[in-house]
């Protein structure tokens, strides 16, 4: 008898793809207002036009790439009041569930936590980009579900690609990783201590540092491109 059942564990070509396109998106390979051809693309990722059309069909909806009249898809630019949006967003969603995690925290939480950021802070030393996006994203997961905080998780989750796309700016800048591994340190310190209070000021003092420098990087980016 034939043994018809799924291995979940083995991904799609759509979903190769997926993955290869928005890595490439989120770190720059295709800059803002990059034209996505989609011969061009085919060539590059060794797969049908079908599979392109739908993975950039998915990318538009994750707000990475969208549709401009004659032109068709582009990557799509950063704009500053969105990104201001989105960290205001966060600020105020993780913030909440850091104060939430601190406070039924327990040892296994903690060593979880503390665990993934150690693998951050050496992925920051090797300078290791799309490991520290990797675990990052696992860092928040962790502190979300043992927030119990479900729904922020899922809105949180929705807005992934675009968050990448600007933690890929803010850790690509000089220093950023012994910055960040001290902002994170007190709000795991606050954690530990079953502080909420601390740990939600540490978490939102992160997000408006983390928002000032995506706005500075941003608006750098954009006076360059205006100069040329």
């Given at each position: 008898m034939h043994d018809l059942k799924i291995d979940r564990n083995v991904k799609t070509?759509?979903?190769?793809?997926?993955?290869?396109?928005?890595?490439?998106?989120?770190?720059g390979y295709f800059r803002p207002g990059t034209r996505l051809v989609e011969r061009t693309l085919c060539d590059e990722?060794?797969?049908?036009?079908?599979?392109?059309?739908?993975?950039?069909?998915?990318?538009?909806?994750?707000?990475?790439?969208?549709?401009?009249?004659?032109?068709?898809?582009?990557?799509?630019r950063l704009d500053p009041a969105q990104v201001s949006e989105i960290y205001e967003l966060r600020g105020l969603l993780e913030a909440n569930a850091a104060r939430a995690c601190a406070e039924g925290a327990t040892p296994e939480v903690v060593r979880q936590l503390r665990e993934i950021r150690a693998i951050i802070e050496d992925a920051f030393e090797k300078h290791d980009l799309p490991r520290v996006l990797e675990y990052t994203e696992r860092f928040y997961e962790t502190l979300f579900e043992a927030a119990n905080k479900q729904v922020s998780l899922a809105v949180v989750t929705s807005l992934?690609?675009?968050?990448?796309?600007?933690?890929?700016?803010?850790?690509?800048?000089?220093?950023?990783?012994?910055e960040s591994n001290?902002?994170?340190?007190?709000?795991?310190?606050?954690?530990?201590?079953?502080?909420?209070?601390?740990?939600?000021?540490?978490?939102?003092?992160?997000?408006?540092?983390?928002s000032e420098l995506a706005l500075k990087v941003l608006a750098e980016q954009n006076e360059a491109t205006g100069d040329a």
């Open positions: 070509l759509r979903e190769l793809t997926l993955d290869k396109l928005r890595a490439a998106i989120v770190q990722l060794g797969v049908s036009r079908t599979v392109v059309r739908e993975v950039l069909r998915h990318l538009e909806t994750e707000g990475l790439v969208e549709i401009v009249a004659r032109q068709g898809p582009i990557v799509a992934n690609a675009r968050i990448n796309r600007l933690r890929a700016l803010t850790i690509a800048t000089p220093g950023r990783g012994g001290r902002e994170m340190n007190l709000l795991l310190d606050a954690i530990e201590r079953r502080d909420g209070d601390a740990a939600s000021a540490a978490s939102f003092a992160h997000i408006k540092r983390v």
